[in-house]
């Protein structure tokens, strides 16, 4: 029965997440550097991981000294994020949701790895909800509609303005 019920959460998790966003597909350790490194990454500033993972890239910016919340649906990768980040926890915050449904914090910088087809919806997001200016950056993805500020093989950063939404407005 035990077995049943570990084989539930860990399909379920991992399934879910698939669904919502995008499956786990770990960042290499060899491109936490210079991912870092092109988001211009400076000690105090705050990092937001949209599908944080195993909190490897949230303990890689904690050591550089960024603040960096981790948004996980999946609670298998949650529970594995608390420990790999434990040393940096004073640094680093995970929360376990839907980061869909969450209304983000003021960050620096928000990092993505979604998959193609939620890019759309993601700049949505962020152009409704960002509290002032962002740099958003893309792991393998582009962001249709935008033009990437800087970018590499496999990584585009963007500048996304203050209150984009709220600025059409009218008052």
Same mark, same amino acid.
């Given at each position: 029965?035990?077995?049943?019920?570990?084989?539930?959460?860990?399909?379920?998790?991992?399934?879910? !997440? !698939?669904?919502?966003?995008?499956?786990?597909?770990?960042?290499?350790?060899?491109? /936490?550097?210079?991912?870092?490194?092109?988001?211009?990454?400076?000690?105090?500033?705050?990092?937001?991981?949209?599908?944080?993972?195993?909190?490897?890239?949230?303990?890689?910016?904690?050591?550089?000294?960024?603040?960096?919340?981790?948004?996980?649906?999946?609670?298998?990768?949650?529970?594995?994020?608390?420990?790999?980040?434990?040393?940096?926890?004073?640094?680093?915050?995970?929360?376990?949701?839907?980061?869909? %449904?969450?209304?983000?914090?003021?960050?620096?910088?928000?990092?993505?790895?979604?998959?193609?087809? /939620?890019?759309?919806?993601?700049?949505?997001?962020?152009?409704?909800?960002?509290? %002032?200016?962002?740099?958003?950056?893309?792991?393998?993805?582009?962001?249709?509609?935008?033009?990437?500020?800087?970018?590499?093989?496999?990584?585009?950063?963007?500048? /996304?303005? /203050?209150?984009? !939404?709220?600025?059409?407005?009218?008052?």
């Amino acid at each position: 029965m035990l077995w049943y019920v570990l084989a539930i959460v860990l399909f379920g998790g991992f399934g879910v !997440a !698939a669904f919502i966003g995008a499956p786990y597909v770990p960042i290499l350790r060899r491109d /936490y550097g210079p991912l870092l490194e092109l988001a211009q990454l400076k000690p105090g500033q705050t990092l937001i991981d949209l599908g944080s993972g195993d909190g490897r890239l949230l303990r890689e910016a904690a050591k550089r000294g960024v603040r960096a919340i981790g948004y996980e649906i999946n609670p298998v990768l949650y529970a594995i994020s608390l420990v790999v980040c434990w040393r940096y926890r004073g640094l680093v915050r995970i929360r376990l949701g839907d980061f869909w %449904h969450a209304k983000l914090p003021a960050a620096d910088i928000i990092y993505v790895f979604l998959l193609d087809r /939620y890019m759309s919806r993601l700049d949505r997001k962020l152009s409704n909800e960002l509290s %002032h200016p962002t740099t958003v950056v893309s792991f393998v993805f582009e962001i249709p509609g935008r033009a990437a500020v800087r970018s590499s093989r496999n990584t585009f950063v963007y500048d /996304y303005p /203050y209150a984009e !939404a709220v600025l059409q407005k009218p008052r």
